[in-house]
């Protein structure tokens, strides 16, 4: 997707949101693998700008492979170094779709030091940082978005943040409807859209995309919003963006078996160790182990025990072993014996 092609006859563009620890490439190769062109554009997780800037070795190996399509979210509060780092990766990803402004992590540590949500406190430095950057992107096809909170408690100025991104020149614009302090808790507020208007910048929507009615009832607000982000609701259930759109154009829905979720189980495990050791990729896995086995009946102890596993190849056939015996399906047990991680 680019700036160029923003505007789409589908019902909705469907967006893996950028996660910070979790879209690293196996995950997002894993979502591309499962929704095939049911997705239309992957983000990175968030990346330091001022990293970027400096060439630091840790920070650009969060960067895609060159021949990766997607788009990368930059963070910081520095405009010259998020220019620098917007130019950086143009120049040397030229796969790279576009380039997505956050200030919606609402992270103390982020927060703090004026990145993330703390520049919706700042609408002059936002909108000096979006000048700036597309000044980089200039009539390129390369898209500028950016990712909001609605506000802040007491100062809810997303319509004023979102006016500014319309007048110079962002393509796109998500809001979560949450506020900061709010973090992830509570239910983000959809009725937020009412009150949107643009002329050129579109609007997604994030936040509470977890379930076919949620999605349902974001696609009401069709008239506002031209796109959805899915993010924790990818969680144990990456197929969550191909059924939202078989949902969206009319098909049926149909629930995803237990062969399929354990062969996507080894397939994410498989290219967690494409980048990481065994025992990273334990760590980058365990957060998914409560997506994996949602609905299982007296889930938090066999929960607890899988959690409790520090080696990967028992934590894995602990969890499939879980999975399996909750399900009347008939599933190959052969394959535990074949995991060698």
């Known amino acids: 997707m680019n700036g160029e092609?923003?505007?789409?006859?589908?019902?909705?563009?469907?967006?893996?949101?950028?996660?910070?620890?979790?879209?690293?490439?196996?995950?997002?190769?894993?979502?591309?693998?499962?929704?095939?062109?049911?997705?239309?554009?992957?983000?990175?997780?968030?990346?330091?700008a001022t990293g970027v800037s400096?060439?630091?070795?840790?920070?650009?190996?969060?960067?895609?492979p060159p021949e990766e399509i997607c788009s990368v979210q930059i963070?910081?509060?520095?405009?010259?170094?998020?220019?620098?780092?917007?130019?950086?990766i143009l120049t040397n990803y030229p796969n790279v779709e576009g380039i997505d402004i956050n200030a919606a992590c609402p992270v103390r540590k982020v927060v703090k030091n004026g990145s993330g949500a703390a520049l919706l406190h700042d609408p002059d430095k936002l909108k000096g940082i979006i000048k700036s950057i597309k000044?980089?992107?200039?009539?390129?096809?390369?898209?500028?978005?950016?990712?909001i909170r609605k506000g802040w408690e007491g100062y809810e100025n997303y319509l004023e943040v979102i006016n500014i991104c319309d007048r110079f020149g962002v393509d796109f614009v998500?809001?979560?409807?949450?506020?900061?302090?709010?973090?992830?808790?509570?239910?983000?507020?959809?009725?937020?859209?009412?009150?949107?208007?643009?002329?050129?910048?579109?609007?997604?929507?994030?936040?509470?995309?977890?379930?076919?009615?949620?999605?349902?009832?974001?696609?009401?607000?069709?008239?506002v919003i031209t796109g959805i982000l899915f993010a924790r609701g990818t969680f144990g259930n990456p197929w969550i963006i191909s059924r939202a759109h078989d949902l969206l154009h009319g098909r049926v829905t149909t629930a995803i078996n237990v062969p399929e979720k354990i062969r996507t189980i080894r397939r994410h495990v498989e290219l967690l160790l494409m980048d990481y050791s065994p025992l990273k990729a334990l760590g980058q896995f365990k957060r998914f182990v409560a997506g994996y086995t949602k609905g299982i009946r007296d889930v938090r102890q066999k929960r607890n025990a899988i959690y409790r596993l520090n080696d990967l190849s028992a934590l894995v056939e602990l969890l499939i072993a879980t999975i399996s015996a909750d399900d009347d399906a008939d599933v190959d047990k052969n394959h535990l014996s074949q995991l060698n991680w």
């Open 5 to 48: 092609n923003v505007k789409t006859d589908k019902k909705m563009i469907l967006v893996l949101a950028p996660m910070a620890g979790v879209t690293n490439r196996a995950y997002r190769q894993l979502i591309r693998e499962i929704n095939g062109e049911a997705v239309d554009l992957i983000f990175t997780e968030m990346i330091n």
């Open 54 to 64: 400096r060439l630091d070795r840790g920070t650009l190996n969060l960067l895609p």
């Open 75 to 88: 963070y910081g509060n520095n405009i010259l170094d998020l220019t620098r780092a917007a130019d950086f």
């Open 174 to 223: 998500s809001i979560h409807g949450r506020t900061v302090e709010q973090m992830y808790s509570g239910i983000a507020d959809l009725t937020v859209l009412n009150q949107i208007k643009t002329e050129r910048c579109q609007v997604f929507w994030t936040g509470d995309v977890f379930t076919m009615s949620n999605i349902q009832r974001i696609s009401d607000y069709s008239d």
């Open 135 to 147: 000044s980089i992107i200039g009539e390129t096809d390369k898209t500028l978005s950016i990712k």
